[in-house]
């Protein structure tokens, strides 16, 4: 295996390259390339380093083998952080575009990782946007829980800036979260979930929610049979009503009036027992948050 020096001596670029003959010893390069970039300044990847070079090494995250995907993630991120994500759209969104579509969960979870700081910048966000990359993260919502967590709060971050918003909200992208919502009750909660942390992030993004009318479908969760279902259902609209816009909005479409009359026929309805503990919980929280709405009912 190359020392740390002779490792300095080699370029990324090359070392990437060398990845692609068959009798490389893939391990070996692997660690040649973590020795060199962990010693390169962000500002030297960024003069030195093409940014079509950082989607070979998807390969090795997708590889099955955990020790080169281990080896392979943080080269990745770093490169990636050093180029930026609009620099390695504008120059190989294609290829990007092609890793997104058959990446695995490692590797998805890697890309959304990379993705965080261009959720930031109203240039960020619109250049993931129209290269597609936005809907790659709104389709992270049917993986597995780390990369929907990723992709929900990558989501909520680009909603603080008016072209995020826009982008998220489209009658396109409410269809694609429709389609989504409907292959599963856990996806379904996901995007509710979104829905709920778009509009509590931000007083603009609460109006824009209210305005796609993307809170219909949670409502009518209420009049369901599904015990589960209602109890997330009751959680979701908990958290709008800690804001006073939000708590306004429940009230005036008759939501708090109807979690009222839950509680007054629980008595006389012994299936809602299962739903009376997130009823009080609900009706508690907003008693401290706001305890004159609760005396008005």
């Not at 080896?71 to 190989?92: F, Y």
């Not at 800036?161 to 909200?169: D, R, V």
Request: hydrophobic fraction near 45%.
């Amino acid at each position: 295996r190359m020392l740390i020096g002779e490792a300095m001596n080699r370029s990324v670029s090359g070392l990437i390259g060398s990845l692609s003959n068959s009798r490389s010893d893939v391990t070996s390069v692997l660690k040649d390339l973590q020795v060199l970039v962990s010693n390169l300044q962000e500002e030297e990847i960024s003069r030195e380093v093409l940014s079509r070079d950082v989607f070979p090494l998807f390969v090795y995250v997708d590889s099955g083998s955990d020790a080169h995907a281990d080896m392979a993630s943080p080269i990745i991120r770093k490169l990636w952080r050093a180029l930026g994500t609009e620099k390695i759209l504008e120059a190989s969104g294609t290829a990007l575009l092609e890793v997104t579509s058959c990446t695995t969960a490692r590797g998805r979870e890697v890309i959304l990782t990379c993705l965080q700081d261009s959720v930031t910048t109203e240039s960020g966000i619109e250049c993931i946007a129209s290269a597609g990359i936005l809907d790659f993260i709104l389709d992270s919502l049917r993986a597995d829980l780390s990369c929907a967590t990723l992709a929900s709060n990558l989501l909520v971050t680009a909603s603080l800036l008016l072209p995020g918003l826009k982008a998220l909200f489209t009658a396109e992208r409410i269809k694609r979260m429709s389609e989504i919502a409907a292959c599963s009750d856990t996806l379904k909660y996901r995007v509710f979930d979104l829905c709920v942390s778009v509009a509590t992030a931000s007083d603009r993004g609460f109006d824009c929610c209210v305005e796609r009318n993307v809170f219909a479908a949670l409502f009518t969760e209420l009049d369901l049979d599904d015990v589960l279902l209602q109890l997330n259902c009751i959680e979701l609209m908990g958290r709008l009503a800690t804001s006073s816009k939000g708590l306004a909005y429940l009230t005036d479409t008759g939501v708090i009036i109807k979690l009222g009359n839950m509680l007054a026929q629980w008595p006389l309805n012994p299936l809602l027992s299962f739903v009376i503990p997130g009823v009080v919980r609900f009706f508690g929280n907003l008693l401290l948050s706001a305890p004159g709405s609760v005396q008005t009912i």
